[in-house]
Nanobody, 120 residues
């Protein structure tokens, strides 16, 4: 069973930055084949796609995330990252990572989420 563990969330003031991590419980060889995605769920809102990174390192982002957030991966550490800059109070959300083991557009495994809280 693949496990994903997010970390790096916390409480910051508006304008601050955070780097979220998502560590997968698989080898580098296996992890390299995964496409990875970040989602966010704001209070009382539905979970929304933020952005993805494929096996070549190519990223795609939701328009609302473009420019302030950066997704990257370190295959040697089987870890996904999301850098959040210039945070705003409306960025407050639980952030989740998900793995697509065949890069077929599905989300086979999910992390438990990490809370990001931004105060004004």
């Amino acid at each position: 069973q693949v496990q994903l563990m997010e970390s790096g969330g916390g409480s910051v003031e508006a304008g601050g930055s955070l780097r979220l991590s998502c560590a997968a419980s698989v080898s580098e060889v296996t992890y390299r084949r995964y496409c990875m995605t970040w989602f966010r769920q704001a209070p009382e809102k539905e979970r929304r796609w933020v952005g993805s990174i494929d096996t070549t390192g190519t990223t795609t982002y939701d328009d609302s995330a473009r420019g302030r957030f950066t997704i990257s991966r370190d295959n040697a550490r089987s870890t996904l990252y999301r850098r959040l800059n210039t945070l705003r109070p409306d960025d407050t959300a639980i952030c989740y990572c998900a793995a697509d083991v065949k890069c077929a557009g599905g989300f086979d495994h999910w992390g438990q989420g990490t809370q990001v809280t931004v105060s004004s």
